[in-house]
Structure formats: C-alpha cells, structure tokens
C-alpha cells in the first residue's frame, strides 16, 4: 500500500453487481489487508457464509430470505461472479478474516415489506409492495447527466469499468487503489446534500442498524476492518449521529421469523431489478469484463464469431479481426477510453450480421444478458420439500435450466413417464417449472410436450409448497384431496381429476371420486354437466396409457352422460345469442366426449352413441331450439355420416326459408359451417349448399342486411384465405345454373372449374398409371425377390400406398 492505514474503517462504496467495483474492491483489500470484512447484507446470513468457500458453490447465486410461517413472503439478496459483495466475501474466507453482514436483518426487512414499504434491501414480493411517494433518484444517472452524457452505463463504463487494472484501457494502472473509493465517495456526499435520502425513506432505518454495526466492530478490531457497502450509503455511515439516535430509529420495528439459504440464481433474474435496487442490462457482458484479465474487446469476439458459428452462420476469422478494428475505431471516434458494449454491438452488428437484428438478439439473449444459471451446495440448507425435488430431478436426468427449452415425452418409456409426473405434481403444487406446449409430432396420448424454464422464484413457491408434505408425491396428493374438498363446481372436481390422472396421485384419487359422484348427483344443470364430461372422457383416455384403473370413473361419465342426454333438448330453448353460442360450445365439447367414452366404457358404447345420435336429431330439427346450435347439430351428423346430403340440404332449405328471420338463419349458417374445420370446404365441394346460402344472402332484404352482416363476417373470415378465394370464384360464376327453392337441386353443370371436366375422364387418368408404377418401381423384379413376391401389383401397390 503506498499511503499510512487511516484511522477509521475502510470505506468501500461500490455499485452492485458492477465488475470495475469488484476489481477495485480486490485491490484495495490486497493492499489493506484488514482484519475483517464488512459486508451489506442480512445479518442471518452469517451462518451460512462459510458455504461460499465450498467447490460445489457457483455464482450466479442469491441468498433467500422468507417468513417461517408464510413462505411466500420472501425476498432474495443475489450475487454474481462479479459482484464486489461476493469477492470480498470470497477474499475474506480465502483469508481466514472474519466476515459479516451488517443490513438491517431480513426478520425486519421482510415485517416491513408486509406493511406496504420498500424491504430494506432486498428484493420483494411484488404483491403488496408500494414503491416511495417521490421517485427514487438514481445517483448513476445523476452523475452522468451532470458529465453530459445521456447514458448512465456507458458513464459508467468510461469512468470506472475501463480505468481499472486488466482491462488495458488508457489510465487503467492506477497508483492508488483507494482513489476511486474516495472519488466516489464524495461525489455521492455531494449528491446526499442535495437529494437527501433520494426517495429511500426506509434507508435512514437500514444506515442506523449499519452505523451500529461498525461501532461495535470498532470496539473489537479497532480501525483495521473494511466495510463493503453500496456507494450511496458512505455518507450516511460516516456521518456522526449517537448510538441512542441510532437505537431510536429502530425501536419498535415490525419483526417476522424466518429462515435463509442460498440458492441458484440466473442472469436473467440480475438483468432485471435486483435485490440491491441495481438491476443491470448486460450481466454477461460485465462478467466478460471481470474474467478478461486482458484483450476484452478481442476475447468478446471470439465468443460472438463461436456462437453465430453454432447457428450454422459464415463467420470467419477475417470478420472477428474486421469487427475488432471497427469497435476500436467507433471508440475513438467517440472519445471513449476503450470499446465499450454499445460498439462492439456496432461492429457486430456491420460486420458479422450483416445488418440484421435477427442474429445480433440471439448474441444478445446468449451472451449480453447471458444463461448463466448458479448452482449451490447439497449441505445448504433446504425445505424437506426441496431435498426430495433436487432427488427427483436427479434420479430424472431432469436438470433445472435458466435457458428455456422443449422437452418431447414419450409415455410409453419408464424414464419419460416419470418425468410427466413429477412435472405434473409440481404444477398441481403452483410450481410452474414445466408449462404443456403443443407437439411437434403426433398428438396421440402417449406423447407430451413440454416448455421448461427454471427461475429462482420457483425455490419461495417449493417453500410455499412445503406445508402440503416433505416429498412431492405426499404434497401433491395432500394438495389434490384439499382442493377437491373445497371445490366450488363439477367442472372444477373433473378438471381435478384428471390432473390427479395425470400427475399419478392414486391415492388422492378417492377423495376426488368421492367428490364427484357427490356433486354430479346433485347438480342439475345441464351447463355444468356439459362443462365436466370432457375432462371425464380425457381423463378415461389417459389412464389407458398410464395403465390406470379408472373403472369408478367411466361409471360416473357415463351417467353424467346419461342425464346430458335427457336434459340438453329443454335446456337449448328460450336462449339468447351468448347463451346459444356457449351452450353451442357445451354441445361440441359434449358430442367429442361422447365420442372418447364410447371406446373407454364398451359395455354400452352402441347405445350410448345411438343415444347421442338421437338427441342431434331433435336438436337439428326442432324449431324452437336456437339456430346455431340446430345448425350445429346438423353439422356433427353430418360429419359422422349420420345425416345424408340430400337431408343436409332439406335442413338448410328450412332453415333459409324466406319465412326465417334473417338473424335466425344467418346464426344457423354460423352453426352449421362456421367454427368447425372443414366448414368452407363443405361448401367448396357442395355447391347444392353453396347455392342455397347464395340463393339466400341475395334475397335479404336491405333493411335487415346490415344486421345480418357482422355475423356473417365473423363466420367467413374464419376460413383460410385459400378457401375463402375459392368461395368467392365459385360465386363469381354462379354456383349453379339451376336451383330450386328450399330443399333445392342443382341441375348438371358442363364444369365446376376452370379446366376441369364434368365427370371423370377414365382414359386420361388411366395414363397415369404407367408412369406412376414406374416411379414406384413395381415393375422392377429383383431376382433374389422374384420367386418369393407374388405377382400381385395392385397388392404392391396398396401396401407402398
């Protein structure tokens, strides 16, 4: 050290998560070499700071800090690799120097969190906190606006993190490792005179508790102790106030139990607001900076050039050297000390990308912010819960990830089914570390598909979860059988259902099916037992792929089913339009389910379905029904081949009728080719239907047009542009040259299309046939074959087919 050890502690303002304050923290406590280390942070914490020394122990990292009796009340005190808190923790363990935290204890933090204001320090649970009357000020912008720049970061970068030693920046070799400190020391003097407690009431409490802190380290190490604190505190620490004005200000705060352990955190989570109000854009960028001990700029680069070169982008060694070049001249030009993010994105941007954004946000996703995700000892401390998760995972092969990613399962495999439970149970539990996506391949039910994204938040929701059980399968069950208890609604109790089906909870599964049985025998509406057979049928066809006995359950769908069948005619009467299109929804919903529990429950699967087919009936031709669901109704029998076309066209006729309100008749053309897929090509390739909806639309009298339009509109557009094109030629032609009213027929036509015949022409097609076996190769007899294949081709051809 070139200067005498001052009297007082050391005083190492920093900004959190800043890389060139952690360089400068290392130095200075080299070149000190105190006699223990104070550090802002939640004095609980001291117990499990010797868990930073362990191996296993990688940053990102936080420390959680949440209520004994209410987990979710919970805030997080997170480090980075580059943090000035964890390398002075770091220097200080590797040193045998005793270590502390010295902030305002989390039991008082999250207390006051709970009453409506900021939690000194940490980072707090959104729900419930209310941010300062006035803004808070932020003195890195503040000091940057007073520099003329009009960016704090690239301040920021110019001032501190390119003027310290590594980086090879002009200035960086500085003689004294305490100037900084003491330059921005008075800078955030200067700005305390001006701004006060710059909108952080609550930080008056929190500097009392410090200043309290460091005299009573005083009393045991003198002045050899250094205090790492967040730069905008060093005034109010050295200021001069009384130990009784201290104890003042923190008598009768409100005060909480809780518990704290470390636990992985992510860059993502540091590029948002952090637990020290330091929230930074570039994560990954300032950890290239910290663990670049020279070249930054080239080393950067080269990370880029790897990356798009993964991406199967041309990026060669001449682009790396160009992008270099460019950001140093881009930095000249600019007056900055060295290339700072903002040019090096340039350059990679001109150079490598070619101009495109497109790949310059993957390097910004992937490097810039980074997805870094931290990893914590086993021996930290941990909810029972959270010990049999991180088994789970293991056993699994099911590794939490920060970056997002899909994950294919085939249910058939031991391994994969595993997997599906336990995502699951915890999704049962509120645990949202697995969402359902939609499969890339087939969408039967042995395959599922998954999003995963680990976020440090799930660790507060596995606490939250921990009151249900110590293992996931006892938590889950717990939760299931309580929520089916406490369930308001039959669709609730099946939705239920068939997520125990689902996660594999046998034993809960009773409770539920108690339950059910219960609320089905006592709910008569028909809505309600419309909006719960689905989720019966799905469940019954899950349990045949996880080999489940649902016996119990196929008995209650089937009588669900039963008491639809008897009360949906009445209930589809007297409807408005919202009524109609939801009860429109109920039938679709009903007529599918139906159709899954005719293969789940065979004992009566023929009469259930002719049942059904019954009630379409009535409902397709019963005139006071409403007229999107008889137009519906028409449709599914249609569809299933119970409703032949010549009939299909009556119904219309009746429906369009000039003695149908037009409203009526524009709502059963909604239900009849809207919605559904396959609705406009029912009328591309029926033009007898087509012509009836023409015949139609043409005879609306102006007056009720307009009304009748939005409607319309809304069932049309729904049609892929393809169909919709040829709808509209169709109609341009005329759909046919004879048709009469009502139940009309279209006469013979000479063509239906542009180029195309009125009937099959044979000979033509059969010229085909050649050339379509020889493309197929059926004509080719291999020799080795010849006496075993039969000379069949039509039986070769069926089964290339």
């Known amino acids: 050290m070139t200067g005498a050890r001052p009297a007082g502690p050391l005083m190492l303002g920093v900004r959190h998560h800043g890389p060139g304050s952690a360089r400068a923290v290392?130095?200075?406590?080299?070149?000190?070499?105190?006699?223990?280390?104070?550090?802002?942070?939640?004095?609980?914490?001291?117990?499990?700071?010797?868990?930073?020394?362990?191996?296993?122990?990688?940053?990102?990292?936080?420390?959680?800090?949440?209520?004994?009796?209410?987990?979710?009340?919970?805030?997080?005190?997170?480090?980075?690799?580059?943090?000035?808190?964890?390398?002075?923790?770091?220097?200080?363990?590797?040193?045998?120097?005793?270590?502390?935290?010295?902030?305002?204890?989390?039991?008082?933090?999250?207390?006051?969190?709970?009453?409506?204001?900021?939690?000194?320090?940490?980072?707090?649970?959104?729900e419930g906190e209310t941010g300062p009357a006035v803004p808070p000020v932020d003195p890195i912008r503040v000091l940057a606006e007073t520099a003329g720049y009009d960016d704090p970061e690239r301040w920021w970068e110019d001032v501190v993190e390119h003027r310290v030693p590594g980086t090879g920046a002009p200035g960086a070799a500085v003689a004294d490792p305490l100037a900084a400190f003491a330059a921005l020391g008075e800078a955030m003097t200067a700005l305390r005179e001006v701004y006060g407690d710059g909108g952080h009431p609550r930080d008056a409490v929190r500097e009392a508790y410090m200043r309290l802190q460091i005299r009573a380290a005083r009393k045991e190490f003198g002045g050899a102790f250094a205090v790492v604190c967040g730069a905008w505190h060093v005034?109010?620490?050295?200021?001069?106030?009384?130990?009784?004005?201290?104890?003042?200000?923190?008598?009768?705060?409100?005060?909480?139990?809780?518990?704290?352990t470390w636990v992985p955190w992510t860059h993502q989570r540091l590029a948002r607001h952090s637990g020290y109000g330091a929230g930074i854009d570039s994560p990954g960028w300032y950890e290239h900076l910290f663990a670049s001990p020279d070249r930054p700029v080239e080393r950067w680069m080269t990370k880029v050039a790897g990356l798009l070169r993964d991406e199967d982008r041309f990026v060669s060694s001449a682009h790396v050297i160009e992008a270099v070049r460019l950001a140093d001249t881009l930095a000249a030009l600019r007056g900055r000390p060295l290339a700072g993010l903002s040019e090096t994105t340039d350059a990679v941007r001109a150079v490598m990308c070619e101009g495109s954004d497109v790949p310059l946000a993957l390097v910004r996703d992937r490097l810039v912010v980074g997805v870094t995700l931290g990893d914590v000892p086993d021996t930290a401390p941990a909810v029972p819960l959270q010990r049999d998760l991180n088994r789970r995972q293991r056993a699994l092969r099911l590794k939490p990830e920060a970056a997002e990613r899909e994950l294919e399962l085939d249910l058939r495999k031991d391994t994969d089914a595993a997997r599906s439970r336990l995502l699951h149970r915890l999704r049962l539990l509120g645990i949202g570390w697995g969402e359902p996506a939609a499969g890339r391949g087939s969408t039967g039910t042995f395959r599922e598909s998954w999003r995963l994204r680990w976020e440090p938040e799930l660790y507060v929701r596995v606490a939250e979860a921990g009151v249900w059980g110590t293992t996931v399968l006892a938590a889950a069950t717990a939760r299931a059988e309580s929520e089916a208890l406490a369930a308001t609604s039959l669709a609730e109790v099946t939705a239920l259902a068939e997520r125990c089906l689902l996660a594999g909870l046998p034993e809960a599964l009773p409770v539920v099916m108690r339950v059910l049985a219960d609320r089905a025998a006592l709910d008569a509406d028909v809505g309600h037992l419309a909006d719960a057979l689905p989720a019966l049928a799905r469940t019954l066809r899950y349990g045949d792929v996880r080999a489940t006995d649902t016996a119990a359950l196929g008995e209650v769908a089937a009588g669900l089913a039963e008491r639809i069948c008897v009360g949906l005619p009445p209930a589809c009467t007297g409807l408005d339009t919202d009524a109609a299109?939801?009860?429109?929804?109920?039938?679709?919903?009903?007529?599918?389910?139906?159709?899954?529990?005719?293969?789940?429950?065979?004992?009566?699967?023929?009469?259930?379905?002719?049942?059904?087919?019954?009630?379409?009936?009535?409902?397709?031709?019963?005139?006071?029904?409403?007229?999107?669901?008889?137009?519906?109704?028409?449709?599914?029998?249609?569809?299933?081949?119970?409703?032949?076309?010549?009939?299909?066209?009556?119904?219309?006729?009746?429906?369009?009728?000039?003695?149908?309100?037009?409203?009526?008749?524009?709502?059963?053309?909604?239900?009849?080719?809207?919605?559904?897929?396959?609705?406009?090509?029912?009328?591309?390739?029926?033009?007898?239907l087509l012509a009836l909806v023409d015949a139609w639309l043409t005879g609306v009298p102006a007056d009720t047009f307009t009304d009748v339009l939005p409607l319309l509109r809304r069932t049309f557009s729904a049609y892929e542009a393809g169909v919709r094109r040829t709808l509209g030629e169709l109609v341009r032609r005329g759909p046919a040259a004879a048709t009469t009213s009502g139940a009309g027929a279209v006469a013979g036509r000479e063509s239906t299309a542009p180029g195309f015949g009125p009937v099959l022409d044979g000979p033509r097609a059969d010229a085909v046939v050649p050339v379509l076996r020889l493309l197929l190769g059926l004509d080719v007899e291999r020799p080795a074959e010849k006496a075993e294949k039969p000379d069949n081709h039509e039986e070769q051809l069926g089964a290339t087919g």
């Open 581 to 688: 299109a939801a009860l429109r929804r109920q039938v679709e919903g009903v007529h599918t389910a139906i159709g899954l529990l005719a293969g789940a429950v065979p004992a009566d699967a023929d009469g259930l379905r002719e049942r059904w087919r019954t009630v379409l009936h009535r409902l397709a031709v019963r005139v006071a029904v409403a007229g999107v669901i008889r137009g519906r109704a028409a449709r599914l029998l249609l569809d299933d081949g119970h409703l032949a076309h010549d009939e299909a066209a009556r119904l219309m006729g009746l429906a369009l009728s000039p003695g149908t309100p037009p409203a009526d008749a524009a709502a059963w053309i909604e239900g009849f080719v809207g919605g559904a897929a396959g609705g406009g090509m029912l009328l591309v390739h029926d033009e007898r």
């Open 26 to 126: 290392r130095a200075a406590l080299d070149a000190a070499r105190p006699q223990a280390v104070l550090i802002e942070g939640p004095p609980e914490g001291d117990a499990l700071l010797p868990l930073a020394a362990d191996e296993q122990m990688r940053p990102p990292v936080a420390l959680l800090a949440h209520a004994v009796d209410d987990p979710g009340r919970a805030a997080f005190w997170p480090l980075a690799a580059f943090s000035p808190e964890w390398v002075a923790l770091r220097w200080a363990l590797a040193h045998g120097v005793p270590v502390r935290f010295i902030d305002l204890p989390a039991a008082h933090s999250l207390a006051m969190a709970e009453e409506g204001g900021r939690d000194g320090g940490a980072e707090a649970p959104a």
């Open 235 to 260: 005034p109010a620490l050295e200021a001069r106030t009384t130990q009784t004005a201290d104890r003042a200000l923190l008598k009768g705060l409100p005060k909480v139990k809780t518990e704290l």
